[in-house]
């Protein structure tokens, strides 16, 4: 199947889009995917952040506490509340971050642990404190296992940092192995993107080269075709003046010649002047003929309204079909848009036929029209001798007959003619016959203007 | 033909259809002299020399050597001393562009050709009916 050139631009720039689409599909996945993994990173940072200021916070809320073993002084103890509450708040935003990692979970509720652990040992030193002093506060502190609590915070916070360090460099390694790919995508897709719009451009400019050169070549056989039409249309020309003029000069001489000396002929040389001036006209009638069939098409008409009744009345007028023959309009015609001369030529060609080589005794000839779809339909019935199957196509060429032109005068101009021009409107032409019987003759007409279809002509 | 002194002026290239003119004009008694010229451009020549007496009517042939028929029409019917002689087109086209051209340039008559010469003398006798009943300016 031969693609027209339409087809192909279109289907290459709907790949190439095809190909756009997907490198824009990649590259939204890649960037969802990044802003994950980037996300991710950060609530690791802010976990490892959290985790820093919760051991600190530990420390200080315990250096006050100190301060406070040793100085008895409330004041110092007022902050060490809020470092405890700001630890909770911690706490709960990393249970938050790390939710959905069950071994950092763990540790955190380990954390927790240890934490409130040592919140209650110093609690309870605290509490002897400032019921009972110095001395046995100090003494209970260093019975409890403060230090090891303390350690064990300490060692619980760095595992969490740890475990928060690798996962945050896990991101960190999958999000450049993603941007790596994405990067090779993209260069690939690009390269391929511009090979093909390349091989495209191409493409393109090879089409329109060689588009070029056909409308070159179109142009050259338009003008030759121009040339051949107007050499055929002085050809017409030069038919009806150029080898009229010297038929006509021998048809004069030869009347003269068989009038002016009659007596001297005898019979013989008689016959023999009569078939020359015979053959004269039958010369003139070819070549009249050839000027009709020659001039359809070429010499243009006004298209006007003709109706068909009057016009199928006046042709049989003016054919004036014997006595013994019946010409009738089956049904009432159509007015047709078209160019009168030309219409009235094909009933005219059709209806003589009909009247001349009919052999009964009594000629029946019928007009009928039908409407078919967009078209009319015409026919015209006789009752004559019929025709062969075998010559249907043969009678439509030009000076094509079935008689000898001895026997029934005739051109071979008229079917000829009326096929031309009913082809010319668009039309078809055809018959029916029965040997013996009589032959249809069908011709179609478009129902809309019948405009004819021929190329516009130069006037010279 | 309605005045019988004044010639008739055949403009005619082809010596059998001027034969042909002459004989159909005396089968038919037609007495005027004639005058056979063969273009155009002789045409004008012998109607513009004062010495040769205007014709009656012109016959114009339109395809000639030199200066054809629509050409001589063309200088003719704009010329004041000749545009009133009646001129009859007798010619082989049929052309419809010759019949507008022609009578675009007001000739009396346009007669094709026959081949039959038996209609050619009816042609030539029905010319000279009409312009014997036919009033002519002096």
């Not at chain 1, 109706?307 to 009432?332: Q, Y």
């Not at chain 2, 340039?105 to 094709?112: E, F, K, S």
Request: glycine share 6%.
């Amino acid at each position: 199947m031969k693609w027209s050139i339409e087809h192909k631009v279109l289907t290459g720039f709907a790949v190439a889009l095809a190909i756009l689409a997907v490198i824009g599909w990649l590259a939204y996945q890649s960037t969802v995917s990044f802003m994950h993994a980037s996300t991710q990173a950060t609530h690791s940072q802010k976990t490892i952040t959290a985790l820093e200021e919760i051991f600190s916070l530990a420390n200080q809320a315990e250096t006050r506490q100190r301060i406070y073993l040793i100085s008895g002084d409330e004041r110092h103890l007022a902050p060490r509340r809020a470092y405890i509450d700001r630890i909770h708040i911690l706490l709960g935003k990393i249970r938050d971050t790390t939710a959905g990692n069950p071994g950092q979970q763990a540790l955190l509720r380990r954390l927790d642990g240890h934490i409130d652990a040592r919140l209650a040992l110093l609690e309870g030193v605290l509490k002897v404190r400032r019921e009972q002093g110095f001395e046995p506060a100090r003494l209970k502190l260093m019975a409890g296992n403060g230090e090891r609590e303390m350690e064990a915070i300490h060692e619980t916070v760095l595992q969490l940092e740890k475990g928060e360090t690798a996962r945050m460099q896990q991101w960190v390694d999958a999000s450049r192995e993603n941007s790596d790919q994405m990067l090779i995508i993209f260069f690939v897709a690009l390269v391929s993107v511009a090979i093909f719009f390349g091989v495209l451009f191409l493409f393109i400019v090879r089409e329109l080269a060689e588009r070029r050169q056909a409308e070159e070549q179109r142009a050259l056989l338009m003008h030759e075709l121009e040339s051949a039409n107007e050499e055929l249309k002085n050809f017409g020309y030069v038919v009806s003046h150029d080898l009229k003029a010297p038929l006509r000069a021998i048809g004069s001489l030869a009347d003269w010649i068989s009038t002016d000396y009659a007596d001297k002929f005898d019979d013989e040389g008689k016959e023999h002047m009569r078939l020359l001036i015979s053959r004269v006209y039958r010369m003139d009638g070819l070549i009249d003929g050839i000027l009709q069939y020659s001039r359809v098409g070429r010499v243009k008409e006004t298209i006007v309204a003709v109706d068909l009744n009057r016009l199928v009345r006046e042709v049989i007028d003016l054919l004036a079909p014997p006595k013994n023959m019946t010409v009738s309009i089956v049904n009432p015609l159509p007015t047709v848009m078209t160019e009168p001369t030309r219409i009235q030529q094909v009933f005219q060609n059709l209806l003589s036929n009909a009247i001349k080589y009919m052999d009964k005794p009594e000629g029946k000839i019928r007009i009928a029209c039908v409407a078919e779809g967009t078209q009319w339909k015409f026919s015209i019935s006789d009752n004559g001798p019929g025709i062969d199957q075998q010559h249907f196509e043969k009678i439509f060429q030009l000076f094509q007959t079935l008689a000898p032109r001895d026997r029934v005068e005739s051109t071979g101009v008229g079917l000829a003619l009326v096929k031309k021009i009913v082809e010319m409107y668009g039309g078809r032409v055809w018959l029916e016959s029965t040997v013996g019987k009589g032959s249809k003759f069908f011709f179609t007409l478009p129902r809309t203007a019948a405009i004819p279809s021929q190329p516009k002509e130069h006037k010279t | 033909m309605k005045i019988t002194n004044k010639p008739i002026l055949l403009v005619e290239d082809d010596q059998v259809d001027v034969m042909t003119v002459k004989r159909a004009l005396k089968e038919i008694h037609v007495t005027n002299p004639m005058v056979n010229l063969e273009n155009g451009a002789e045409a004008l020549k012998y109607l513009r020399d004062p010495k040769n007496v205007k014709p009656c009517i012109i016959l114009l042939d339109l395809n000639m050597p030199i200066m054809n028929g629509i050409e001589f029409l063309q200088v003719a019917k704009h010329d004041a001393q000749i545009k009133r002689i009646p001129v009859v087109v007798l010619t082989t086209s049929e052309e419809q562009q010759d019949k507008v051209n022609s009578f675009d340039l007001g000739v009396a008559g346009y007669m094709a050709k026959p081949v039959d010469y038996r209609q050619f003398v009816e042609v030539m006798r029905t010319i000279d009916a009409y312009w014997t009943i036919s009033e002519m300016p002096q």
